[in-house]
């Protein structure tokens, strides 16, 4: 089965630069989170999408901005990147019926791995 | 406030069974999750209540009392592929997931 795609697998950047995160969602998943992970700890909600618009906020940084488009994938774009962003980034997609049950099960892609030097 | 509680480590034999327990306060309740997570991995996603009771799937299965706010994973025939961390998140009423931060599962042989 088709599972989340997120692209690039690894990425190295430097201090205050730039980047972009890209995450395509399950087929006819209409619902997109981002997470980070650092070492060690839980993954922490940054924001989600459901239908292409912000549907969550959590504790995404103001330098990150995020959106949904018109096929469903998402881009978390970061900048003024600093070494504590080095960390693992999750996108998930559900269904979003947001009706409790099955529907709302989160389904991780394999991450993006970000060092920041 | 919202919060997950599950022990840090738990040690099991090859062969064996373990029981990870999670006590959850959510703001509102639409569920309870568990995900294993190997090292450097995406979670994977195990189990589903919003019921009481008891779900089983293979050698996972996941309960869930509501009115205690609990829930444990009870993993058999232990492998040692199953050594990994164990998450458990509750859902809240707005449908965010509020994580616990994970039990590390060591399988001995």
């Known amino acids: 089965a088709a599972g989340v795609i997120q692209s690039p697998r690894h990425l190295i950047k430097e201090k205050r630069e730039t980047a972009t995160l890209k995450c395509y969602p399950i087929?006819?998943?209409?619902?997109v989170y981002w997470y980070q992970q650092g070492p060690g700890q839980d993954p922490q909600f940054l924001i989600s999408?459901?239908?292409?618009?912000?549907?969550d906020k959590g504790s995404i940084p103001d330098r990150f901005s995020a959106q949904q488009f018109s096929d469903y994938h998402s881009e978390l774009n970061m900048s003024s990147l600093e070494l504590g962003d080095s960390a693992l980034y999750f996108c998930?997609?559900?269904?979003?019926?947001?009706?409790?049950?099955?529907?709302?099960?989160?389904?991780f892609g394999p991450g993006t791995r970000l060092t920041v030097l | 406030g919202q919060n997950i509680d599950q022990p840090t480590e738990m040690t099991a034999t090859e062969g064996a069974i373990v029981q990870i327990n999670c006590t959850y306060q959510?703001?509102?309740?639409?569920?309870l999750f568990w995900y294993q997570q190997h090292a450097g991995e995406a979670p994977t996603f195990l189990s589903y209540?919003?019921l009481d009771g008891l779900e089983e799937k293979g050698r996972f299965s996941s309960f869930l009392s509501r009115s205690k706010g609990y829930s444990y994973l009870l993993l058999k025939e232990l492998q040692m592929k199953d050594s990994a961390s164990y998450l458990c998140?509750?859902?809240?009423?707005?449908?965010?997931?509020?994580w616990g931060a994970g039990t590390k599962l060591i399988i001995k042989p």
């Open positions: 998930a997609s559900s269904l979003g019926a947001r009706g409790g049950g099955d529907a709302d099960t989160q389904y």
């Open positions: 087929p006819r998943h209409d619902t």
């Open positions: 999408f459901y239908e292409k618009m912000q549907s």
């Open positions: 959510t703001s509102g309740f639409n569920g």
């Open positions: 209540n919003v």
């Open positions: 998140a509750g859902m809240d009423s707005n449908y965010q997931l509020i």
